[in-house]
């Protein structure tokens, strides 16, 4: 990584090794916090409670890249997308619950081997951020997302916890749900859903014996 010159293509990108800390933007590589096991935990419930909700047609997934222009590739924690390979979508999910237990980096799905995910393939994109992460999670990539007008965005902080919803209009995120401590969040779109914060708090083990 340090002997690379010059900007970072995608195709460069792509040739590291690929976890989810590693993020290119405009030829810029962003390397986030690491991934601890109560953060996998929190995506983990996330996940469980989406994957409940969807209707026919829909499935989430991730950890999986996601192109959003020329040398910009983002690694949203889930996605929620029209329904199409499910081995890709369990081999995640596997991969997720590994990373649950060992507490390492989980390894980024994919798509098709070395396939990345176009944005327009996003209905949703779901960030768990905790307080490791800054204003780039909270703020800089909530905004490349809308830039590319994908739908909707579920940031969820578990360590506040609380989750805010966002909705794209006229290009730009809006508000239009938010939930914190014991009061679960709840969507009507895009599709119904009902998070309970407390299943996303807490050491892994606590939030395993509770289930």
Do not use: N
């Not at 996998?40 to 996330?46: F, L, M």
């Not at 992460?133 to 830039?147: E, I, M, N, S, W």
């Amino acid at each position: 990584m340090f002997d690379h010159e010059g900007p970072w293509t995608e195709d460069a990108y792509l040739a590291l090794p690929r976890t989810d800390r590693v993020e290119v933007v405009e030829g810029t590589l962003l390397v986030g916090a690491g991934t601890s096991p109560e953060r996998s935990t929190a995506v983990a419930a996330v996940r469980e409670a989406i994957a409940a909700a969807l209707p026919e047609g829909l499935q989430v997934r991730g950890p999986v890249a996601l192109r959003l222009g020329p040398d910009c590739v983002l690694v949203p924690d889930l996605i929620v997308t029209t329904a199409g390979d499910e081995a890709e979508a369990e081999q995640e999910q596997a991969a997720a619950e590994s990373e649950r237990d060992t507490g390492g980096d989980k390894p980024v799905g994919t798509v098709g081997g070395d396939e990345v995910l176009d944005a327009s393939a996003a209905l949703m994109v779901v960030e768990v951020i905790g307080r490791e992460h800054g204003a780039v999670d909270r703020t800089f990539k909530p905004q490349l997302y809308a830039g590319v007008r994908i739908p909707y965005l579920l940031l969820v902080d578990h360590h506040g916890p609380f989750a805010i919803a966002d909705m794209i209009i006229s290009g730009r995120y809006h508000e239009y749900a938010r939930a914190q401590g014991d009061e679960p969040l709840r969507l009507e779109e895009p599709f119904r859903l009902e998070l309970d914060l407390r299943t996303i708090t807490g050491a892994p083990e606590e939030t395993h014996a509770a289930g």
